[in-house]
Structure formats: structure tokens, C-alpha cells
């Protein structure tokens, strides 16, 4: 099913609606004979007869580890026009054992980035011995309609084309193919490489009454209300059939293994040089569990009425369901299924389906309803009401960090904390706390302007606006004393300190000398928000873990402070599997880490994304999701993962963002993907002998 459909994320159009549409098929590679213009980056290419589909020969494209995006780039003789063609479709091949997640892109100058200005990417997945077409669209630009995918192309399926910025489809100078830091040696073999005829479009009454998309058809798709009690029926029996693991204690903790200390609250330990939680009976205890348990996303209606345009308006579940401008799709099928009142039973069924797959945890973002439910551990996120100040750097980051030198972030995160820990600091099946999620600490592997992003943002600031700008001016203070030894070591001419306090900006190249600085303020800034924290939380609840931030971006200095306060790290890792190359970053540091976000997406389900990294199908998703679990338990370090999200995503997508993503364990009519959960639920049986007794 995931052929049928169609991801667009262009920002702006990369077709215009005025372009004539092409009605012909336009080859543009078959790799018959050598071809110039083919550049390799960590990668290699080279002529293959193995998985060849127009003529005799292919092009088989080896991406090496570890590599952070390994690619094979092909460019053109001379600018290509590509107006009015629906998308450029290629042949893929994978010949390895490995499913492999990928990305494309393509470029209409040379000054492309990769960061969308003049490019537009894609992302795909296929699975170890699988033939497939793949397209990259040239349609309709999503953000008009205010979602990241749209449904349709054909027999193709689709890799997406995400982007911002300026863009030219007729002139084209190259296309590629990448991997995101794969954790080993992949393949692919791609042939037929052609543009393939334009299209009109119809988005018009797009889902039915139930959220579901109203042009295909799948397994548990929804016909009737009393479909919803046949499967509710149906999973009975099947979560009757499979209970929790049996060797699982209360909390989901190992009771076949060893018994340590108990202390009545979870904690960390090493087990034969292996980190773990301890549950509160002192069992070994490895968290695995979704996010965003007991949630739901409302879909906007005003401005779109043409996407629903076929709902009924005298459905009570939809009424009771809708806001001021939108629905709640998933709300309403659940009133349908378990009435009115719906979320004690939602969440209790919930948490029958969570043991039973094999799950011990309640991730991040989840319903209040899960806290002190009594039958599943729990993770709780804070965050601090938006009183104090905060450093902004750039980098897509609109709402800038949190400024740990305005004593008001103390406040604000002391009164977050003790909110929660009113309610759950004598619950033992409470794990810890998270504070923030993905914060601004900017990406030491990208440039020297994101490692010292927050650094460099302080100094652009207003000192009389900025406590972490005072902060930085004190510290150089501190170490130069007079202005002309700070001016003598950063080349600088600064008439004295006071001058620094208006904005500063300093060259693109940054003097080794001033990068030392910038590094020193980055440790003080890091440790002075962890130790903020770290001091907020034990003072609310002193029996339960700090598990830090949820490290999207980081630097050596941030995940040294973070070390130095955190229980436990944490970092939101979409990958296809743990790379050990890759994550020596943390050899220095001797703390547990929890992953707090990752997941594999597909579309055979009606949604129309993939989420950030793709699978085909459901299978592909069991397949995807054992891989990574696995490679995550090989790491000593690491003491669980939790996914991104519980439940799909609306089709129609989510009002904040668009997002509008197949990742969830349950469809947006609740009902499970059990090829998926069957898969998922074998994996997690053998978490702690696996991790344990290997």
C-alpha cells in the first residue's frame, strides 16, 4: 500500500501550477556506459549487471561508515529543465542484509547547502532483497494546506522533497543520493533514472469521518462503528493471549535475574560493566515504552474545509470532538469506542497492550492520567514557565535557550518541578524527570558558529538585556583584566569593557584564542543550567532521577556539565541502528544515557509520511524497530529507548506543525498494527537475556 502514496514537504511549489503538464516519460540515465559527472563523498560508485531494469547495466552506490552523510552525487552535462513533470522516479535494488534507510536531494545551483536554499530532499527506506520505484515529487506544496504530505503518485513510491528557501526546477544542476550516519557499509543499486509525466490533483474530501483516507483501502481499516467493537473484541483475545513476559516483576523489572539493593524508587547501577536502572524491588531494569501516551492531536478545519468536506455534520462523536477551528480525530473514535468518558479506559486498555507487547514504561509528553496509575514506570517532563530570559542564536532555534544567569530561571524551574513532585514524588513507579526537550545547545560537528552557538549569541546581545552576556563579560574580566590583553589575544580593538556591552559580533573565522574563550563560557553556561536544575529537582523530590534534557544537539563542553548533574543523559537518536563509532563520544563520561526519542514510519496505514526515518510497511517497521532495540542493548551504556509516538499522526496532520506521520503502534481509529506489535512484542520478550547473557 505504501506505493499508492505521495510525501510532499516543497516550501515553496516546485511545480507551478501554470506550467503546461507533460504527458511523456523523459530517460535520463540507464548507466548503459561510464558516465562523467559522478562525485563520490565517503562513498563509491561503480557499473553493476545485478538489479539492472532499462538495458543491461545499473549503478551500484556503496556509502561507508562511519561517515555522518555519505553520498553519491550525479550531476548534469548542463542545467536541466524539469517543468512540468510530475517527479523524477529512479529503480532501486538493495542487495545487502540490511534494510536501508536513505535520502535524495536535488540541487538547482551550485550554492546549495543542504539546508534547503536551492535544494529540495527526500527520504526513503528499502529492505534487504527488495525491488522498488521511488519518486521525488515536483506537486503541490503542502504548506498551503497546511500539512507536511499529501496523498497520490501512482505505483511509485514517494521519497518526499522537503525544503525552504529559493528553489528553480528548470535548472537543475545535480541530483544525489546520502545516508544518514549509517552504522555500517550499505549498498544500493539504482538504475532508470527517468522524469516521469505531470498530473493534476484533487484533495478534495480526503478523509471520512473516522480521520482515515478515503482512497484506499488497508487491513483494519474502518467501515462502521460496529467495526470498532469487533476489533476491541478481537484484541481482547489477542492481549489475553499474550501477557507480560514472564519473567517481568511488577514494574517491568527482570525478576529472573539478579536481585540488588532495593530502595523502593528507581535508581542506576552497573551489572558486569553494564549500566541499568533498578527498579524500586532492586531488579535489574531497562526502559523501553512510547511517548505520548493518552494524548491526541486536534487537525485544523478552517482554511482546509476542502479536506473534509465530506464529513457529516450531525455525527455526535465528531461534534463533541471539534474545536473552534479544527477536530480531534482520534478523540472522536475514541468516545465511538469506549464513550463520553473515554480516557480511564483508553488509558487502562493502554496499559494492558503496553505490558503485553512487551513495554515497561510511560514516555515523555504522555497524558496527566498516567501518573500514579499503579501499573506502569513513568517518566515526567517539565517545563519552565517562560519568565526568564533567553539567549538566542539562530539556527532555526525561534525561542533561543533558557539563560541560566537570570536568577528567575531558577525560579521558573523551581516552581515547574514542585508541580509535578506535588503529585508523584512518593510514587515508586515514577523513574525521574526530563527538563526541556531538545534545547538550543547547537551541533560541535556541524561549524565552529553552532558549537559556540550560545557563546556567540550571548555576545550579539544587549548586555543590559542579558544576564548571560553580564556572565561572559565577567568571565573575560576575570581572566584578562584590562581590555588590551583581551584585545592582544582576539585581535579585537575594543576601547574598553563597557564598550563590549552594546551587541558584538565577531569575524566568521574565529581566532583559536577566542574559540579557547568561547569554549570556557560554554562550560560555565552548561553547568550552571545543569547544576540549576539538577539543585530544583532534588530539592522537590530527592527519590527520583534527573534524566537530563533530551540532547537533540550537544557539544563536548554541554555533555560534561550534563554529566556532571544528570542521573542519566539523554538524546533523542532517530538513526537506522546505534553506530559504536559514533557514540564514543560518551567514552569519557562514566553516566547511563537513555534514548527519549526514535521510530521508523511508513505508509501503508492511510498516513501519508514517514515520520524521520522510513520503513515499507509494517513488517519493515518490526524489522527496522528489532535492529535498533538491538544495537541499543549491544551499547553498555545505554539503558533504554523510548518511541515517538503511541499513536499515528492525523492524516490531515497535526494543527501546530502539519506533521502528519505513520509512526504510530495504533492507527488514528485506535486500532493496533498488529504486524508491527507481533514483531515489536517478540523483540522486547528478550530485552534483559539478551542484554544480560550474551
Not at 510525501?7 to 558516465?35: H, M, V
Not at 482520534?330 to 503496553?354: C, E, H, M, Q, V
Not at 532517530?574 to 534514548?595: C, G, N, Q
Request: with cysteine.
Amino acid at each position: 500500500m505504501s506505493s499508492r502514496f505521495l510525501a510532499l514537504w516543497c516550501l515553496p511549489a516546485l511545480l507551478c501550477a501554470q506550467e503546461p503538464l507533460k504527458t511523456d516519460t523523459r530517460l535520463l540515465d540507464s548507466f548503459e556506459s561510464s558516465r562523467a559527472g559522478i562525485t563520490d563523498k565517503d562513498a563509491e560508485h561503480a557499473p553493476a549487471t545485478e538489479g539492472a531494469t532499462e538495458g543491461a547495466k545499473a549503478l551500484r552506490l556503496t556509502f561507508h561508515a562511519p561517515a555522518a552523510y555519505p553520498a553519491v552525487i550525479l550531476a548534469f552535462d548542463s542545467p536541466q529543465d524539469f517543468r512540468g513533470y510530475g517527479g523524477l522516479a529512479f529503480d532501486v535494488y538493495n542487495p545487502g542484509r540490511n534494510t536501508v534507510a536513505f535520502n535524495t536531494r536535488i540541487d538547482s545551483s551550485s550554492e546549495a547547502d543542504g539546508t534547503g536554499h536551492h535544494s529540495r530532499t527526500g527520504r526513503g527506506s528499502i529492505d534487504s532483497g527488495q525491488h522498488s520505484t521511488f519518486v521525488i515529487p515536483f506537486g503541490t506544496d503542502p504548506s498551503t494546506l497546511k500539512v507536511k504530505a499529501l496523498p497520490g503518485f501512482g505505483a511509485f513510491r514517494s521519497l518526499g522533497s522537503l525544503g525552504k528557501g529559493p528553489f528553480d526546477l528548470g535548472h537543475v544542476v545535480n541530483w544525489q543520493v546520502f545516508l544518514n550516519l549509517p552504522a555500517d557499509d550499505r549498498e544500493l543499486i539504482i538504475d532508470n533514472v527517468r522524469l516521469v509525466p505531470g498530473r493534476h490533483e484533487d484533495f478534495s474530501n480526503l478523509v471520512d469521518k473516522y480521520g482515515q483516507y478515503t482512497r484506499e483501502t488497508w487491513p483494519g481499516k474502518v467501515a462502521t462503528d460496529a467495526d470498532l467493537a469487533a476489533q476491541a473484541d478481537m484484541e481482547d483475545r489477542d492481549l489475553a493471549a499474550h501477557p507480560a513476559p514472564a519473567d517481568r516483576n511488577a514494574y517491568g523489572g527482570w525478576a529472573a535475574g539478579p536481585q540488588l539493593e532495593a530502595t523502593g524508587f528507581f535508581r542506576v547501577a552497573k551489572q558486569d560493566g553494564k549500566w541499568t536502572f533498578v527498579d524500586p524491588e532492586g531488579r535489574l531494569f531497562l526502559s523501553f515504552g512510547p511517548t505520548c501516551v493518552g494524548t491526541t492531536d486536534v487537525t485544523t478545519i478552517t482554511g482546509r474545509e476542502q479536506l473534509f468536506n465530506g464529513l457529516p455534520a450531525d455525527d455526535p462523536a465528531l461534534n463533541a470532538a471539534k474545536t473552534s477551528d479544527g477536530v480531534d480525530f482520534l478523540k472522536a473514535n475514541l468516545i465511538r469506542k469506549y464513550g463520553k468518558d473515554f480516557l480511564t479506559p483508553w488509558l487502562d486498555r493502554s496499559y494492558t497492550r503496553l505490558l503485553s507487547w512487551g513495554f515497561n514504561t510511560v514516555a515523555a509528553f504522555s497524558s496527566w492520567g498516567s501518573i500514579g496509575n499503579g501499573r506502569v514506570p513513568y517518566t515526567l517532563t517539565v517545563w519552565p514557565a517562560d519568565k526568564h530570559a533567553r539567549v538566542t542564536w539562530g539556527a532555526g532555534y525561534v525561542r533561543g535557550m533558557d539563560d541560566p544567569f537570570d536568577p528567575q530561571f531558577a525560579a521558573d524551574v523551581a516552581s515547574a518541578v514542585a508541580a509535578q513532585a506535588k503529585r508523584a514524588k512518593d510514587d515508586p513507579y515514577c523513574i525521574g524527570y526530563f527538563v526541556g526537550n531538545e534545547e538550543a545547545w547547537g551541533f560541535y560537528k556541524n561549524d565552529p558558529s553552532s558549537h559556540y552557538g550560545l557563546a556567540l549569541g550571548a555576545l550579539k546581545a544587549e548586555a543590559s538585556r542579558s544576564p548571560a552576556k553580564r556572565a561572559m563579560l565577567g568571565q573575560l574580566r576575570a581572566k584578562y583584566g584590562d581590555v588590551s590583553s583581551l584585545n592582544a589575544a582576539w585581535e579585537t580593538s575594543f576601547a574598553d569593557w563597557s564598550s563590549m556591552e552594546a551587541p558584538v559580533s565577531l569575524p566568521k573565522t574565529l581566532k583559536p584564542k577566542v574559540i579557547d574563550d568561547l569554549s570556557a563560557f560554554l562550560s560555565l553556561y552548561a553547568d550552571t543550567y545543569f547544576r540549576t536544575v539538577a539543585e530544583a529537582i532534588r530539592s522537590a523530590d530527592p527519590h527520583h532521577l534527573y534524566l537530563g534534557c533530551r540532547f537533540a544537539g550537544y557539544s563536548p563542553e554541554v555533555l560534561a556539565a550534563a554529566a556532571r548533574h544528570c542521573d542519566v543523559l539523554s538524546f533523542n537518536i532517530y538513526r537506522d541502528k546505534l553506530s559504536t563509532s559514533e557514540w564514543a563520544v560518551l567514552d569519557r563520561y562514566d553516566k547511563p544515557v537513555l534514548i527519549g526519542e526514535f521510530h521508523f514510519g511508513s505508509t501503508d496505514r492511510g498516513v501519508f509520511d514517514t515520520g524521520l526515518f522510513a520503513a515499507a510497511d509494517q513488517a519493515s517497521r518490526g524489522e527496522s524497530y528489532r535492529a535498533y532495540v538491538q544495537s541499543v542493548l549491544d551499547h553498555p551504556k545505554f539503558v533504554g529507548a523510548h518511541w515517538f509516538q503511541y499513536a499515528d499522526q492525523p492524516a490531515t496532520g497535526r494543527a501546530m506543525d502539519g506533521e502528519n506521520a505513520g509512526i504510530g503502534f495504533v492507527s488514528i481509529t485506535d486500532t493496533p498494527h498488529q504486524e508491527f506489535i507481533d514483531s515489536v512484542r517478540q523483540t522486547n520478550a528478550d530485552i534483559y537475556s539478551y542484554r544480560f547473557k550474551k
